[in-house]
């Protein structure tokens, strides 16, 4: 079921501007492409880089500039040849000015799906 939490009011984040939000213990980051918003998670999935401090928005487009992955914010799909993950997105909704995401289900790319097993499951 979706859980429609307010993160800011739509005016709080400029265009081409990316911007982390924590809730308890998830971090979220928000960006405004021009033409709407989007939530995802604060890591690039392809070497964990933040991209609250790597990543770069132009119009669409987000770039992680440490190795240059790129994505499309309008359809959440990779932008280019050589980026080989698509980013995850949180569900996310304009309301009357604010800015609502559904983080109810965090969202976790494989490699850190692998960094929650116990290492000791494996040894024993």
Known sequence: MTEWTKVCD???ISENEIKKFTFDDLDVLITNYGDGFRAFPPDCPHMSEPLDVSGEVNGD??????????WNLRSCEAATGMTEENLLFYDLKEDEGQIFVDIST?????WQEEEDID??????
């Open 10 to 12: 739509a005016v709080d």
């Open 61 to 70: 487009i987000l770039t992680c500039c440490k190795h240059v992955w790129q």
């Open 106 to 110: 965090p969202l976790l790319y494989p």
């Open 119 to 124: 290492e000791d499951d494996f040894f024993d």
